[in-house]
């Protein structure tokens, strides 16, 4: 299996755990935690920024102390918006599940005098057409001036489309053109049995992975470009966490598919 597919640990408790070590790159830390009903998961942030994404089920939200209650509302990623809460650095965090949990833990090097919040999702937004159309949610982007070098977002594409399509990257630090933003892209497929498919890969072929994703599986992308196909019949979720030396998301199109946007 490439080292770019993580599969999840097991049914219950923490699923994956991505970190800069893990990796081998330097920004991005990414933690999947099934929780059953009373169930509970924290930690200390050190020098890192948490976005907790509530990807189904609800539970209660303690940071630094203070009571952010009961957060959640869908019971399934495809099923309604988001919820998620922004920790600064330097704090304790901690959730107690109060349904079936399923939640998301994205991290990136904090900094900046950004206070912990309930954060305000925008709506789902519709973007390409046709079998390109996809529905995105942008949790945390860039123009959230809340968070120090986290950027989330989660999409939807529906069975037979495909999304980070036309092919793109963001592997250089060349702005105002292209930004460098590692990537993590956490899977979830409805009905679950399903696959799709994703392509990571670089100009000059020295990173070239096809990945068949089953449901619950982790895509790393560390570099090149990495669109993504959902196979008819089965609607394809994923939370999409990134962050680099600057906090942009400026991508670059493979040159030759750029037709595809004319």
Known sequence: ???LR????????????????????TYVGFDLQHLRPGERCGAHTGDREVCLVFVSGKGRVMVGGKDFSEQGERLSPFDGAPAAVYVPAGADWMVTATTPLELAVCSAPGGGNHPARVIDVPAQITRGKGSNTRYVTNILPETDPGAHSLLVV???TPGGNTSSYPPH??????????????????????PPQGFALQRVYTDDRSLDEALV?????????????HPVA????????????????????????????EWLLA
């Open 169 to 190: 990257k963001h592997d250089t630090d060349d702005l105002p053109h292209e930004s460098l933003l590692e990537e993590t892209y956490y899977h979830r497929l409805n």
């Open 1 to 3: 299996m490439s080292e």
């Open 6 to 25: 993580l599969r999840p640990a097991g049914p219950t408790g923490r699923l994956h755990h991505v970190t800069p070590a893990n990796a081998g790159w």
């Open 230 to 257: 959902a196979v008819h019949g089965y609607d394809l979720y994923y939370l999409n966490t990134m962050a680099g030396p600057k906090r942009t998301w400026k991508f670059h199109n493979a040159v030759e598919h």
């Open 154 to 156: 989660e999409v939807i």
């Open 213 to 225: 994703i089953e449901d619950g599986d982790v895509t790393l992308v560390p570099r090149g470009y």
